[in-house]
T-cell receptor
Framework: DAGVTQSPTHLIKTRGQQVTLRCSPI?????VSWYQQVLGQGPQFIFQ???????GRGNFPDRFSARQFPNYSSELNVNALLLGDSALYLC????????????????FGSGTRLTVV | AQSVTQLGSHVSVSEGALVLLRCNYS??????LFWYVQYPNQGLQLLLK??????LVKGINGFEAEFKKSETSFHLTKPSAHMSDAAEYFC????????FGTGTSLTVIP
């Protein structure tokens, strides 16, 4: 079975540009969460979506947005890129809708490495 | 509020030696605790989890962790380090979301 897939794996953008990152959850998983991992830090929660609805949002500016599609795949959009947005963006999927998924944790993808120059 | 603190951003052990990675948590409710491992250029892989059952939790690859409420700790151990254990390790606690520590980089010396 395919795990969580993310695309692209790497990309380089210029300050001020916009970027879209994509994620396909594990088959049967209806919840997708996005995390930002800056080099040398732990992942920070950005969004969670379940059944196409936003269920939670972390402490990120409005330049960050996301959506979930009927097939449960998801996109993360970041507008007006800043140098500080350079990070590994991780997508995680889970069966249940609870934000923390306390019982099972998440299955993470390999991430998209975004470099803003 | 929930948070975790990982003591030691870098740990080096010799191959075959004991691995001990430290994690202390803060939680206003009974915590659910996780350890994840991240290999270079990869995502996070779940090692083990504590969900209020047994306090000694066994995970994959020979790792285990013990929940100690009195010490608010959830340290990760492995009796004998292997070269393939070299990676970044993250402790996490759940509240209304996952809260990750800053990570501990494990180096295994041959």
């Amino acid at each position: 079975d395919a795990g969580v897939t993310q695309s692209p794996t790497h990309l380089i953008k210029t300050r001020g540009q916009q970027v879209t990152l994509r994620c396909s959850p594990i088959s049967g998983h209806k919840s997708v969460s996005w995390y930002q991992q800056v080099l040398g830090q732990g992942p920070q929660f950005i969004f969670q979506y379940y059944e196409k609805e936003e269920r939670g949002r972390g402490n990120f500016p409005d330049r960050f947005s996301a959506r979930q599609f009927p097939n449960y795949s998801s996109e993360l959009n970041v507008n007006a890129l800043l140098l500080g947005d350079s990070a590994l963006y991780l997508c995680a999927s889970s069966l249940v809708s609870t934000l923390a998924n306390r019982y099972d944790g998440y299955t993470f993808g390999s991430g998209t490495r975004l470099t803003v120059v | 509020a929930q948070s975790v603190t990982q003591l030691g951003s870098h740990v080096s052990v010799s191959e075959g030696a004991l691995v001990l990675l430290r994690c202390n948590y803060s939680s206003s409710v009974p915590p659910y605790l996780f350890w994840y491992v991240q290999y270079p250029n990869q995502g996070l892989q779940l090692l083990l989890k504590y969900t209020s059952a047994a306090t000694l939790v066994k995970g994959i690859n020979g790792f285990e962790a013990e929940f100690k409420k009195s010490e608010t700790s959830f340290h990760l151990t492995k009796p004998s380090a292997h070269m393939s254990d070299a990676a970044e390790y993250f402790c996490a606690v759940t509240g209304n979301q996952f809260y990750f520590g800053t990570g501990t980089s494990l180096t295994v010396i041959p």
